[in-house]
Nanobody, 122 residues
Framework: QVQLVESGGGLVQAGGSLRLSCVGSGRTLITNVMGWFRQAPGKEREFVSAITWSGGTLYADSVKGRFTISRDNAKNTVYLRMNSLKPEDTAVYYC????????????????WGQGTQVTVSS
């Protein structure tokens, strides 16, 4: 079993930055893909970014050039650095782990954190 705990969310003005962190426990995640999704009120959960154990990355088009995903395998931790934030980035951000493959769909991921709220004011 894997437990994921996100942190780093908060309220920020448009144009500002935040860094989200997600720490995994219960098993080593060094060989697994770790990803970030987000869900805005009234909308479906959507893919934001993912990173493989070796550092390969994927980004949603809406965040390319603004968000950077990284991971520290020794700490079982994945980060999401978010720059140039926009009001449309407001959502609950979820960390997730995929045991096999590198996917961008919610159903591809096997474990989820509880989420952290990010609110961007205009």
């Amino acid at each position: 079993q894997v437990q994921l705990v996100e942190s780093g969310g908060g309220l920020v003005q448009a144009g500002g930055s935040l860094r989200l962190s997600c720490v995994g426990s219960g098993r080593t995640l060094i060989t697994n893909v770790m990803g970030w999704f987000r869900q805005a009120p009234g909308k479906e959960r959507e893919f934001v970014s993912a990173i493989t154990w070796s550092g390969g990355t994927l980004y949603a088009d809406s965040v390319k050039g603004r968000f950077t995903i990284s991971r520290d395998n020794a700490k079982n931790t994945v980060y999401l650095r978010m720059n140039s934030l926009k009001p449309e980035d407001t959502a609950v951000y979820y960390c997730a782990v995929e045991l096999l493959g590198l996917g961008t769909n919610v159903d591809d991921y096997d474990y989820w954190g509880q989420g952290t709220q990010v609110t961007v004011s205009s």
